[in-house]
């Protein structure tokens, strides 16, 4: 996790995102395209995010940040 936070800072990105067991935590989106259990697509300013996996939900969420639940199989950048 804190490698993740220094790598955000040396290439100066504009959102966060983090993998855990079976959680995905995700800062600074702009707005959520689709949700279905199996596939969440979010727009951050830069580019799209889409997951993929089984039995996920949104477990919290706040102005900008979201912490995602479920089985995780994917995540791609559009």
Do not use: P, Q, W
């Not at 989106?29 to 830069?46: A, V």
């Not at 993929?52 to 477990?59: L, P």
């Amino acid at each position: 996790m804190v490698l993740d936070v220094i790598n955000n800072a040396l290439n100066n990105y504009d959102y966060y995102l983090c993998l855990y067991n079976n959680h995905l935590y995700v800062n600074n989106y702009l707005e959520i395209i689709t949700f279905s259990n199996d596939l969440i697509i979010i727009k951050l300013t830069s580019c799209t995010i889409k997951i993929k996996g089984s039995e996920m939900r949104i477990k919290k969420m706040h102005i900008h940040e979201l912490l995602i639940e479920g089985l995780i199989s994917g995540v791609s950048y559009e």
